[in-house]
């Protein structure tokens, strides 16, 4: 897809970080963008942002409090925003949260949001809307992450989640092909929104150093490198040469990855254990 004048763009998590880089990269290509997320303060603010990065005639952007977790108010919310905004052209799956910890420190309750977020998020607002996209077509693009192909030291809930999230795409793109929808699925690194500020909060000393030697990118080209992805119909999504880099060496040499991380980890340790 190279074309969004006039296309109706939903996008979860769309008040923030990499959704909201992405929504006004939308609104500056023509599209009707129409956000959602929980809290209401940080969406009218955003709307603001949008409107000011795309405000054409007839261009109409909206925002609508949503948490993509609860089921029953996914459905009423979406049947609303269709109602008001129509069928959307793209949805882009965007709302999700990490807090990495150690694995013996992640209550159950943790895991479970998690997977109610980041994974059955994407299933509730998908599940809804493909019976009305298949229509007309259209393109989804769910968001996993480096951590969706890699489990990375620290992220046990979140890896499931975000492995999950890869899984769930490669099933529904092949899918859903059959109904003119594409599937794509956006795997940032370490991307600097306010979501990563909080994550950097709870981060484990071993995630840190492996945190540490990845490069940070910034939102905006996160969203750029999702646009030109879509233009090429790419199903998975890895937007700089690093990530790109470990995708290509995890399938091809894991032992080799993993001996990487493992060190990085074995040296936090060792140092840890030294008396100060
Ligand atoms: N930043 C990174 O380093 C990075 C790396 C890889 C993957 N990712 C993924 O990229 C996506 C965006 O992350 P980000 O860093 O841009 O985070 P962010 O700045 O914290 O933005 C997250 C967005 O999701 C919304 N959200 C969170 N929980 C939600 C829920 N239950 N229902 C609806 N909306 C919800 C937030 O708004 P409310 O809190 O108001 O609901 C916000 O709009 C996430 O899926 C994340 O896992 C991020």
Redesign the pocket.
Known sequence: MKEFKDKVVYI?????????AFAKLMAGKGANVVI????QQ?LDAALKEIYAAGSAAGQKHACLP????NREQVKSVLSAAVAKYGVPDVLVN?????IPRYFEDISYEQFDETQK??LY?TWNTTSILVPLMKERGGYIVN?S???GFIGIFGYTDYAAA?FAVLGFSEALRSELKRHNITVSVLC????D????A??NKTKPPETKAISASASLMK?ADVAGALLKGMAKKEFIIIPNADGRFTYIMKRLLPGLVEMVTDSQAKKVQQSMKKPA
Do not use: H, N, Q
């Open positions: 979860t998590g769309g008040s923030s970080g990499i959704g909201l959602f997320a929980r809290r940080v949503l948490d993509v977790a965007c709302a999700g949260r990490a977020v980041d998020g968001v992450s480096i951590v975000k940032p690194p370490d991307t929104t306010p979501g990563f909080v994550e939102p």
